[in-house]
């Protein structure tokens, strides 16, 4: 009674697979070296990034609104992985109900087993779709806005990117074929919540009249308006691709302008 059989071990390959997976067999060392390398990497990257944008000196709650370490790590995985990358390809051409183990594995050429041990469920797969159509997103949207001096400038390239991604039909397409299962799970209700929270922290910080971490909070609900007419016109253009949305965006520009310049009026009022 002593010598049981891991009843894990009986099911590898058929409907389980490993709890762990990051063993590499032979190619250890050479998977190590790279990782550590990697690691170096963004370390002296962000290291430069903190040191010239003054995120050394806030504090954790105050950051740009997104891991930048796990951003760049996210963004450099998912791209580079083929099976993620079919996966987007299945929804984006058959929808949601088609999206099963054996279409991905069909669309990536991979064997089926591979596939759920990439994702090890239904729950696993959506949430790095989510991942990657509404994460990645926001990593293009930091990189482009982080080239833009706070305030005005800032504030106008991102309406101009949310004007643009408006028009990126199959990214929207995803994003609604994935909200209705999303919202039906406990699990990856939570996870798109937060997803959602820092969405609007990166359009608050965005929006701030300057470099000032205390802006944030005062700008959330006009930060949650700008996600919601970004998503709305979004879903609008889905409906109509040839929708004109440029006289609509010129007055959103003009309201949002009037809204920081009356709020920046008030605090220096205040202050």
Not at 165 to 181: G, K, N, Q, S, V
């Amino acid at each position: 009674m002593g010598h049981k059989v891991n009843p894990i071990g009986l099911r590898l390959g058929i409907n389980r697979t490993w709890d762990s997976r990051w063993f590499a067999g032979a190619d250890y060392a050479k998977l190590l070296h790279e990782d550590m390398k990697l690691r170096n990497h963004l370390r002296a990257k962000l290291a430069e990034e903190c040191e010239s944008d003054g995120y050394d000196r806030m504090t954790r709650k105050d950051q740009l609104p997104i891991d930048k370490a796990l951003a760049l790590l996210a963004r450099e995985k998912l791209s580079s992985d083929a099976v993620p990358e079919a996966a987007k390809r299945v929804l984006a051409r058959d929808g949601f109900r088609s999206l099963t183990f054996e279409s991905i594995a069909r669309e990536a050429g991979e064997n089926q087993a591979s596939i759920g041990y990439h994702f090890r469920n239904k729950a696993g797969l959506v949430t790095a779709l989510v991942d990657s159509v509404l994460y990645l997103e926001a990593v293009q949207f930091i990189e482009e806005l982080s080239a833009a001096a706070a305030g005005t400038e800032r504030a106008l390239a991102l309406l101009h990117l949310h004007r643009e991604t408006a028009h990126d039909l199959e990214a929207f397409r995803m994003y609604h074929e994935l909200i209705p299962a999303v919202v039906r799970s406990e699990e990856l209700r939570q996870h798109f919540r937060k997803m959602m929270e820092w969405y609007r922290q990166l359009d608050a910080w965005a929006l701030a009249p300057s470099g000032d971490p205390r802006w944030s909070d005062k700008l959330q609900p006009l930060a949650l308006l700008t996600v919601a007419i970004a998503d709305g016109v979004g879903l609008q253009v889905q409906a109509d691709p040839d929708l004109d949305i440029s006289a609509a965006f010129e007055l959103w520009t003009t309201l949002v302008k009037s809204y920081l310049g009356s709020l920046t009026a008030l605090t220096a009022a205040d202050a």
